[in-house]
């Protein structure tokens, strides 16, 4: 069946550190993929998206590249923020078909000054 | 306008009270979902309603019932929980098209004594 694999955290960095949080998935076809932060107390913000290989979901600093060949996901930020703590769920959707989303356990993120 | 909204934002109830929780979307989707989360776990999915008929449901204790009066309204009645449902309750709706990404509500925070 489908399903995400996710780097186990927490991971701790300081400020202007770079990120990098691994996502590898299974599916059938050509899934949809998602990174998706949730700060303390909210819901879930989609943070990127990208719907074929080699696609690059860009937002706010952080970038995704879906490779199929490697069937990965992983997120990446340049220069992380105190800002940027929060949890981290990487998920996926088959295209077209199917209602039910697939999430990774998720990263938790703390950016010490 | 990609805005979910639940309400209430925090609920405290006790086993034998019964309540409702209230999502609402106005982006015209048609695919709305139920998830119940613990603390920095990912989501766990409830119910999904799409066109407004129960499209999954994940052997949800029959204590939860959810109901979709119209396609911009999702609710879940709560009746005779029990303390460990506490926890973060998420609503989310999901596009159609592209990517076929889920926009999350800010959750409602309950508490069972």
């Known amino acids: 069946g489908d399903s995400v694999t996710q780097m186990e955290g927490p991971v701790t960095l300081s400020e202007e550190a770079f990120l990098t949080i691994n996502c590898t998935y299974t599916?059938?076809?050509?899934?949809?993929l998602f990174w998706y932060v949730q700060y303390p107390g909210e819901g879930l913000q989609l943070l990127l998206k990208a719907t074929k290989a080699d696609d690059k979901g860009s937002n706010k600093g952080f970038e995704a590249t879906y490779r199929k060949e490697t069937t990965s996901f992983h997120l990446e930020k340049g220069s992380v923020q105190v800002s940027d703590s929060a949890v981290y769920f990487c998920?996926?959707?088959?295209?077209?078909?199917?209602?039910?989303?697939?999430f990774g356990t998720g990263t938790s993120l703390t950016v010490i000054p | 306008d990609t805005e979910v909204t639940q309400t209430p934002k925090h609920l405290v109830m006790g086993m034998t009270n019964k309540k409702s929780l209230k999502c609402e979307q106005h982006?015209?989707?048609?695919?709305m979902y139920w998830y119940k989360q613990k603390a920095k776990k990912p989501p766990e999915l409830m119910f999904v309603y799409s066109y407004e008929k129960l499209s999954i449901n994940e052997s949800v204790p029959s204590r939860f019932s959810p109901e979709c009066p119209n396609s911009s309204l999702l609710n879940l009645h709560l009746h005779a929980l029990q303390p460990e449902d506490s926890a973060l309750y998420l609503c989310a709706s999901r596009a159609s098209g592209g990517a076929r990404e889920q926009f999350f509500g800010p959750g409602t925070r309950l508490t069972v004594l």
């Open positions: 599916a059938t076809g050509y899934p949809s």
């Open positions: 998920a996926l959707i088959r295209t077209n078909t199917g209602n039910q989303f697939y």
């Open positions: 982006m015209g989707h048609r695919a």
